[in-house]
């Protein structure tokens, strides 16, 4: 497992793992996320952070700051 990143949201407190190998590049790379009990994967399109599949997290506004966050840690 990765290691723990957070992010607050809206006055909440978020926490998640990169699960796999960090992402070298943003665009055209699957990010797969564990955020509590949930597994998502997130991608990066048309400047934006995207989930695939169905939406496992709570809103678009969480996806794009949880997609900025690992951007700022792993420098992508």
Request: proline share 5%; glycine share 10%; with cysteine.
């Amino acid at each position: 497992m990765g290691q723990l990143l957070r992010v607050n949201f809206k006055g909440t407190d978020y926490s998640f793992r990169v699960l796999g190998e960090p992402p070298l590049r943003r665009e055209g790379s699957d990010i797969q996320i564990s955020i509590g009990e949930l597994t998502c994967t997130l991608c990066y399109q048309d400047r934006q952070w995207l989930e695939r599949g169905e939406p496992a997290l709570p809103g678009h506004e969480l996806t794009q700051a949880i997609g900025n966050a690992i951007a700022l840690r792993y420098r992508i």
